[in-house]
């Protein structure tokens, strides 16, 4: 089941990936909105991330 659940992401992101490229050279509007999407998914994920970096990097040297 997990795997199952794991492709179906797989498949998420490389068509929000081909729909970037599409929307990139003038792909329909519904490709326009897929793409705004997934680059919005994008950019809320690299937010998380370094967000969360920093609060282990001041977690780490707090117990120094």
Do not use: N, Y
């Not at 490229?21 to 909105?33: F, L, N």
């Not at 991330?49 to 040297?61: A, E, F, K, L, P």
């Amino acid at each position: 089941m997990f795997v199952v659940v794991l492709l179906g992401v797989l498949a998420f992101v490389v068509g929000g990936c081909v729909c970037v490229v599409w929307a990139e050279r003038g792909g329909p509007r519904w490709v326009r909105v897929v793409a705004t999407v997934t680059l919005a998914a994008g950019k809320l994920l690299r937010q998380s991330d370094r967000s969360r970096r920093r609060s282990m990097s001041r977690s780490g040297s707090d117990g120094d």
